[in-house]
Nanobody, 123 residues
Framework: QVQLVESGGGSVQSGGSLRLSCAAS????????MAWFRQVPGSEREGVAV???????AYLDSVKGRFTISRDNAKNTLTLQMNSLKPEDTAMYYC?????????????????WGQGTQVTVSS
Protein backbone atom coordinates (compact mmCIF):
# COMPACT_ATOMS: atom_id res chain seq x y z
CA GLN A 1 0.00 0.00 0.00
CA VAL A 2 1.56 3.26 -1.15
CA GLN A 3 1.44 6.07 1.36
CA LEU A 4 2.32 9.71 0.87
CA VAL A 5 2.61 11.78 4.04
CA GLU A 6 2.89 15.55 3.90
CA SER A 7 4.29 17.82 6.57
CA GLY A 8 5.41 21.40 6.96
CA GLY A 9 2.21 23.39 6.54
CA GLY A 10 1.26 26.20 8.86
CA SER A 11 0.36 29.85 9.15
CA VAL A 12 2.62 32.68 8.00
CA GLN A 13 2.30 36.33 7.12
CA SER A 14 2.44 37.59 3.59
CA GLY A 15 6.01 37.51 2.32
CA GLY A 16 6.97 34.62 4.55
CA SER A 17 8.23 31.16 3.66
CA LEU A 18 7.24 27.58 4.27
CA ARG A 19 8.75 24.28 3.26
CA LEU A 20 6.47 21.35 2.56
CA SER A 21 7.74 17.79 2.60
CA CYS A 22 6.22 14.57 1.31
CA ALA A 23 7.53 11.20 2.42
CA ALA A 24 6.67 8.19 0.28
CA SER A 25 6.39 4.71 1.72
CA UNK A 26 7.83 3.12 -1.40
CA UNK A 27 10.46 3.98 -3.93
CA UNK A 28 9.85 7.24 -5.75
CA UNK A 29 11.80 5.84 -8.69
CA UNK A 30 8.50 4.18 -9.64
CA UNK A 31 6.67 7.47 -10.12
CA UNK A 32 6.59 9.17 -13.50
CA UNK A 33 5.19 12.34 -11.93
CA MET A 34 5.40 13.59 -8.38
CA ALA A 35 3.50 16.79 -7.84
CA TRP A 36 2.02 19.25 -5.45
CA PHE A 37 -1.60 20.27 -5.83
CA ARG A 38 -3.63 22.70 -3.78
CA GLN A 39 -7.30 23.15 -3.15
CA VAL A 40 -9.52 25.74 -1.53
CA PRO A 41 -13.08 24.91 -0.50
CA GLY A 42 -15.46 25.04 -3.43
CA SER A 43 -12.73 24.85 -6.05
CA GLU A 44 -11.03 22.08 -7.98
CA ARG A 45 -7.56 20.89 -7.12
CA GLU A 46 -4.95 22.99 -8.87
CA GLY A 47 -1.55 21.73 -9.96
CA VAL A 48 1.18 23.80 -8.33
CA ALA A 49 4.40 22.07 -9.38
CA VAL A 50 5.61 18.75 -10.74
CA UNK A 51 8.88 16.85 -10.82
CA UNK A 52 9.07 14.16 -13.48
CA UNK A 53 11.22 11.04 -13.48
CA UNK A 54 13.14 12.38 -16.49
CA UNK A 55 14.11 15.53 -14.59
CA UNK A 56 11.56 17.88 -16.10
CA UNK A 57 9.95 20.38 -13.77
CA ALA A 58 6.91 22.57 -14.31
CA TYR A 59 5.11 25.21 -12.26
CA LEU A 60 1.79 26.94 -12.12
CA ASP A 61 2.38 30.40 -13.62
CA SER A 62 1.38 32.23 -10.45
CA VAL A 63 4.07 30.50 -8.36
CA LYS A 64 6.98 30.69 -10.81
CA GLY A 65 9.97 32.39 -9.23
CA ARG A 66 8.57 31.92 -5.74
CA PHE A 67 8.20 28.15 -5.32
CA THR A 68 10.80 25.45 -5.89
CA ILE A 69 10.05 21.75 -6.15
CA SER A 70 12.68 19.13 -5.53
CA ARG A 71 12.66 15.36 -5.56
CA ASP A 72 15.10 13.05 -3.83
CA ASN A 73 14.67 9.49 -5.06
CA ALA A 74 17.36 8.21 -2.70
CA LYS A 75 15.33 9.44 0.29
CA ASN A 76 11.90 8.89 -1.29
CA THR A 77 10.89 12.48 -0.64
CA LEU A 78 9.38 15.43 -2.47
CA THR A 79 9.65 18.96 -1.16
CA LEU A 80 8.16 22.32 -2.03
CA GLN A 81 10.00 25.43 -0.89
CA MET A 82 7.56 28.32 -0.89
CA ASN A 83 8.91 31.86 -0.64
CA SER A 84 7.27 35.27 -0.89
CA LEU A 85 3.97 33.74 0.07
CA LYS A 86 0.78 35.61 -0.71
CA PRO A 87 -2.70 35.35 0.81
CA GLU A 88 -3.91 33.77 -2.43
CA ASP A 89 -1.55 30.84 -1.77
CA THR A 90 -3.77 29.86 1.16
CA ALA A 91 -5.04 26.33 0.52
CA MET A 92 -4.77 22.70 1.48
CA TYR A 93 -1.68 21.35 -0.23
CA TYR A 94 -1.49 17.74 -1.40
CA CYS A 95 1.37 15.56 -2.54
CA UNK A 96 0.48 13.28 -5.44
CA UNK A 97 2.19 10.62 -7.50
CA UNK A 98 1.47 8.91 -10.80
CA UNK A 99 3.02 5.81 -12.34
CA UNK A 100 1.76 6.68 -15.83
CA UNK A 101 2.25 9.62 -18.15
CA UNK A 102 -0.54 12.18 -17.76
CA UNK A 103 -0.91 15.90 -18.25
CA UNK A 104 1.00 16.98 -15.18
CA UNK A 105 -1.71 19.22 -13.75
CA UNK A 106 -4.56 16.79 -14.40
CA UNK A 107 -5.50 15.72 -10.88
CA UNK A 108 -7.60 12.78 -12.03
CA UNK A 109 -4.51 11.22 -13.58
CA UNK A 110 -2.79 10.75 -10.24
CA UNK A 111 -3.29 7.50 -8.36
CA UNK A 112 -1.67 8.24 -5.04
CA TRP A 113 -2.45 11.16 -2.74
CA GLY A 114 -1.41 12.32 0.67
CA GLN A 115 -3.83 13.54 3.29
CA GLY A 116 -2.97 17.18 2.77
CA THR A 117 -1.36 19.92 4.84
CA GLN A 118 -2.90 23.34 5.38
CA VAL A 119 -1.08 26.50 4.37
CA THR A 120 -2.54 29.80 5.54
CA VAL A 121 -1.05 33.14 4.54
CA SER A 122 -2.34 36.26 6.24
CA SER A 123 -2.03 39.77 4.89
Amino acid sequence: QVQLVESGGGSVQSGGSLRLSCAASGSTYDYVHMAWFRQVPGSEREGVAVSDSDGRIAYLDSVKGRFTISRDNAKNTLTLQMNSLKPEDTAMYYCAASTTFVRWNYAEGYTYWGQGTQVTVSS
